[in-house]
T-cell receptor, first 111, second 115 residues
Framework: GNSVTQMEGPVTLSEEAFLTINCTYT??????LFWYVQYPGEGLQLLLK?????DKGSNKGFEATYRKETTSFHLEKGSVQVSDSAVYFC??????????FGKGTMLLVSP | DTEVTQTPKHLVMGMTNKKSLKCEQH?????MYWYKQKAKKPPELMFV???????INESVPSRFSPECPNSSLLNLHLHALQPEDSALYLC??????????????FGPGTRLTVL
């Protein structure tokens, strides 16, 4: 079945540093890919998504490109802020109604 | 209104108690979900309701009993829980149950502690 592997954290950065969180997937066909973010004490919220190969999803300065050649969907941001400190989950459909999530990567940004 | 609300925010219960978690959305979504999330782990799917019918039960113990009284409401009834059931319980909804195309909107969760 479909699965996703993302880098373990925590990732610790200073404000304004460049961020990359790696995500690779195994899937049948070319499913949509998602990044969700969970801020402390909150539920998950969709950060961005891509529905087909070579699509770039973007939101709040974050970007991820759907790369079928490398089966990857890495999350990037050019300049992180303290407010970006959160847990980031890569996800893809695992069945008709279900998502499979990566283990999550905690990002800690210091001033 | 693009919110999923959950009550209560926190719940402490004994192993012999019966309690319920409530979830509500007014986005007209026809699929609703219960997830369980342990600390530092991704959410684990428990149940999916599609058009008010239970479509997925991920082999959840019967001490958890879901209910979907109408398209806006989702309940999770709890009875005779174990301490290992302590977790954050997240509700989510999506326009339809098709995961490939539909963003899931999550509520803030209920933090459950079983003593």
């Amino acid at each position: 079945g479909n699965s996703v592997t993302q880098m373990e954290g925590p990732v610790t950065l200073s404000e304004e540093a460049f961020l990359t969180i790696n995500c690779t997937y195994t899937a049948t066909g070319y499913p949509s890919l998602f990044w969700y973010v969970q801020y402390p004490g909150e539920g998950l919220q969709l950060l961005l998504k891509a529905t087909k190969a070579d699509d770039k999803g973007s939101n709040k300065g974050f970007e991820a490109t759907y790369r079928k050649e490398t089966t990857s969907f890495h999350l990037e941001k050019g300049s992180v802020q303290v407010s970006d400190s959160a847990v980031y989950f890569c996800a893809l459909p695992a069945g008709y109604s279900t998502l499979t999530f990566g283990k999550g990567t905690m990002l800690l940004v210091s001033p | 209104d693009t919110e999923v609300t959950q009550t209560p925010k926190h719940l402490v219960m004994g192993m012999t108690n019966k309690k319920s978690l409530k979830c509500e959305q007014h986005m007209g979504h026809r699929a609703m979900y219960w997830y369980k999330q342990k600390a530092k782990k991704p959410p684990e799917l428990m149940f999916v309701y599609s058009y008010e019918k239970l479509s997925i039960n991920e082999s959840v113990p019967s001490r958890f009993s879901p209910e979907c009284p109408n398209s806006s409401l989702l309940n999770l009834h709890l009875h005779a829980l174990q301490p290992e059931d302590s977790a954050l319980y997240l509700c989510a909804s999506s326009p339809t149950g098709r995961a490939a195309y539909n963003e899931q909107f999550f509520g803030p969760g209920t933090r459950l502690t079983v003593l």
